[in-house]
């Protein structure tokens, strides 16, 4: 299984090459801005609403004002594209078993100092050759390699925007999917607007605390709450990553906090994973999260009521699905694949019981 994964991105990788070519995408005009006199602009997207001058680049890094106008520098322009077992989003409770080609471009509007994919996700579409593909082409590729979704990921999808977008509305016409994970930090219209066309989320919840995002990234909590809530009503798939870091957000009482806003403001059906932080980025002086943390995290949760909860980025039985009724093991995973699954109609083989998801 892993040798098929192994060929299928040697494949896509030589095919990118040939799709870059010399081909350049045109500056692509933002949505969700507003012009202010003096050709400033103040774009509207997410919850830092820069406000820039001519010449100057949002937070994001790939957002820009030219003469009075707000563009983004990165449509058409992934700098990372493969081929991933959905289960890597995370998502362990949509179409498991299934391929997800994913997809980002440089940046991010969230600048966290642990950030695990900051070779990209920190750069400047200058800094990383990218390659060149349009919407169709993304969308074709999916259909070639027989993905069943499409994933914006590995960086925030929020800052390329309209290339996802695009991208999201072709894939629903082919009968694609299509996956958001993201840090959450984006603003209530073209959330909505974004929702028409997503069918799962999995929505970063780095942690339960105004103090934690300002001490380890430039955003705050409130807006990314109002995501969660947001996505609920949209009726998308959700499941919520928290990255468990020692010494930031570890805190078993701010954990029982958050597994308890998760409780009462969203439900207890939608899955959690508690994820394994690594030395990365700025952040060298932690060590790798203990694996009692890990255990202690998932003990609270489910103390608390949440009926899925996952330990990621470490294996232990805790990445296997028990039914919250009978008990009884019915995803058996190993890393980001499935030995074996007792799911039939979305229900529990050994006792009845509806299971959270979207199942083949």
């Not at 192994?6 to 995408?25: A, H, P, Q, T, V």
């Not at 680049?57 to 322009?77: A, E, F, P, T």
């Not at 996700?121 to 070639?144: D, F, G, I, Y």
């Not at 952040?283 to 608390?304: C, G, S």
Request: with cysteine; net charge positive.
């Amino acid at each position: 299984m892993k040798k098929r994964y192994f060929i299928l991105i040697l494949i896509i990788l030589l095919s990118l090459f040939c799709l870059s070519g010399d081909k350049n995408e045109s500056l692509k005009e933002a949505k969700y801005y507003e012009k202010l006199p003096d050709n400033l602009v103040r774009c509207n997207l997410c919850p830092n609403k820069c406000i820039l001058d001519d010449g100057q680049i949002g937070i994001c890094g790939v957002r820009k004002n030219i003469k009075g106008k707000l563009y983004s520098l990165v449509y058409g322009k992934p700098v990372a594209l493969h081929i991933d077992p959905i289960e890597k989003k995370p998502l362990f409770h949509f179409y498991p078993r299934t391929q997800a080609l994913s997809i980002a471009t440089v940046g991010c509007n969230m600048r966290c100092n642990f950030c695990q994919n900051w070779e990209i996700s920190q750069s400047r579409p200058n800094e990383v050759k990218a390659m060149s593909m349009t919407p169709q082409e993304v969308v074709e590729a999916a259909k070639n390699y027989n993905c069943k979704s499409i994933a914006f990921t590995y960086t925030e999808p929020t800052i390329f925007y309209e290339y996802m977008l695009d991208i999201a509305k072709l894939a629903h016409k082919e009968g694609i999917k299509t996956v958001f994970v993201t840090c959450g930090y984006i603003n209530e219209k073209p959330f909505r607007e974004l929702c028409k066309y997503l069918d799962a989320a999995n929505i970063d919840l780095k942690g339960f605390s105004d103090k934690f995002y300002s001490t380890y990234t430039t955003a705050t909590l409130q807006p990314v709450l109002n995501t969660l809530k947001i996505a609920k009503e949209e009726g998308i798939h959700l499941e919520i990553t928290n990255l468990v870091i020692p010494d930031a957000n570890d805190d078993p009482k701010l954990i029982r906090e958050m597994c308890e806003w998760i409780r009462d403001s969203l439900g207890v059906d939608y899955p959690l994973h508690f994820s394994r932080f690594f030395p990365k980025y700025k952040l060298l002086n932690r060590p790798p999260t203990p694996l009692k943390t890990l255990e202690m995290a998932r003990n609270i949760a489910l103390d608390v009521g949440l009926k899925y909860v996952y330990i990621g980025n470490i294996s232990t039985e805790a990445e296997d699905t028990y039914c919250p009724k009978c008990g009884k093991k019915i995803i058996d995973r190993s890393g980001y694949f499935i030995e074996s699954m007792n799911i039939k109609d979305g229900k529990c083989e050994f006792c009845g019981e509806k299971i959270y998801g979207v199942w083949k």
